[in-house]
């Protein structure tokens, strides 16, 4: 799927990935802790800079199943940032992608809107993990 106009308007490849963006990440590139290793939605919820500078440098992601999970999680339903069937983002693991690899390898699939945006926040707070945590300043 192509980016939108409104990514492609930077010339700058950190600043085409957001918090709040839904990618298509390959099996090889996931890291989830299941047994069958495979390719996932995954929701963008931080972003890490480089010490001393202004430049992201990777994208910290909940991966995304349409099985239904427990709390604290973001749950998508068909058409939300162009996603096909109900995903439940479920923040009880999370990891994180070099940003140019997420660009060169994975596929912006969409975004959630602003409202579910401003639940990502809450989320990681409501979980256990505190690497995020304290990456977002909670």
Avoid at 78 to 87: D, F, K, Q, S, Y
Avoid at 114 to 128: N, Q, V
Wanted: charged share 25%.
């Amino acid at each position: 799927m192509p980016l939108p106009p409104d990514v492609l308007a930077t010339s700058e490849p950190e600043q085409q990935v957001q918090v709040g963006d839904v990618w298509w990440i390959p099996a090889d590139l996931v890291d989830y802790p299941d047994e069958k290793q495979k390719a996932r939605f995954c929701l963008v919820v931080a972003l890490e800079l480089a010490v001393g500078s202004q430049q992201l440098v990777r994208a910290h992601y909940v991966a995304g199943s349409t099985r239904k999970s427990s709390r604290p999680r973001i749950v998508t339903e068909p058409g939300e940032a162009n996603l096909v069937e109900r995903t439940y983002f479920k923040f009880w693991f999370s990891s994180s992608i070099p940003i140019p690899k997420l660009i060169a390898r994975g596929k912006l699939r969409g975004r959630v809107g602003l409202e579910r945006k401003a639940e990502i926040g809450p989320a990681i707070r409501a979980s256990k993990l505190m690497a995020l945590k304290r990456l977002v300043g909670c």
